[in-house]
């Protein structure tokens, strides 16, 4: 079953705005990541977030967890073009070698 | 897409037929990773290896088996059992039982299309 669930499904932004994209999950968890998609390609990683961490920064990048509530949001500052492509929270809830659980993604579209 | 290559990028088969999806990686991880993709959707799991000769099933492992024969190595099968085969499928890796080191390094996938 999905536990991390993405919101919202795709989003279109002008280019030098920010995009903010949340991720919902239902059970605890060791740690959240984002990973980001481009069409038909594998997935980077971007970054990682412990259940003991509120916020994270990574160049444009910023992640915030609510484990309370439990939901996390990435932040992508100053958008740019190449920034299009599919993002998705994924969580792992094991001993650190189990698969991730991956949410349905949002696609994000930058405009020139 | 790091030290992780699969092959081929596509493949086409007839229904009924195995077909074998091979996932390297040189990159001196212990654990391994098989998931589906479908179009729209999220990734799921289909098996995970943490050490040579040992696999475990994730969430969909019904109509595929895999190997670990070899540290590098984790070939997927994709069996006729399998009722619904056409779809991408992503390989991974990561260090095990390393705390801190739990990001997972995805191949470029391979996309199967049974006709």
């Known amino acids: 079953s999905q536990q991390g669930e993405e919101d919202p499904q795709a989003l279109s932004i002008q280019e030098g705005e920010n995009a903010t994209m949340n991720c919902s999950y239902k059970?605890?968890?060791?740690?959240l990541q984002w990973y980001r998609q481009n069409s038909g390609r594998g997935l980077v990683h971007l970054i990682l977030i412990r259940s003991n961490e509120r916020e994270k920064h990574s160049g444009r990048l910023r992640v915030t967890l609510d484990t309370s509530k439990k939901s996390s949001s990435l932040l992508i500052t100053a958008s740019r073009a190449a920034d299009t492509a599919s993002y998705f929270c994924?969580?792992?809830?094991?001993?650190?070698?189990?698969?991730?659980?991956f949410g349905k993604g949002t696609h994000l579209i930058i405009q020139p | 897409d790091g030290g992780i290559t699969q092959s081929p990028k596509y493949l086409f088969r007839k229904e009924g037929q195995n077909v074998t999806l091979s996932c390297e990686q040189n990159l001196n991880h212990d654990a391994m990773y098989w998931y589906r993709q479908d179009p729209g959707q999220g990734l799921r799991l289909i098996y995970y290896?943490?050490?040579?000769?040992?696999?475990q099933k994730g969430d969909i492992a019904e109509g595929y088996s895999v190997s670990r024969e070899k540290k590098e190595s984790f070939p997927l099968t994709v069996t006729s059992a399998q009722k619904n085969p056409t779809a991408f499928y992503l390989c991974a890796s990561s260090f095990s039982n390393r705390p801190g080191t739990d990001t997972q390094y995805f191949g470029p996938g391979t996309r199967l299309t049974v006709l």
């Open positions: 059970t605890s968890i060791n740690n």
């Open positions: 290896s943490q050490i040579v000769n040992d696999f």
């Open positions: 994924a969580t792992l809830t094991g001993g650190g070698a189990d698969g991730l659980t």
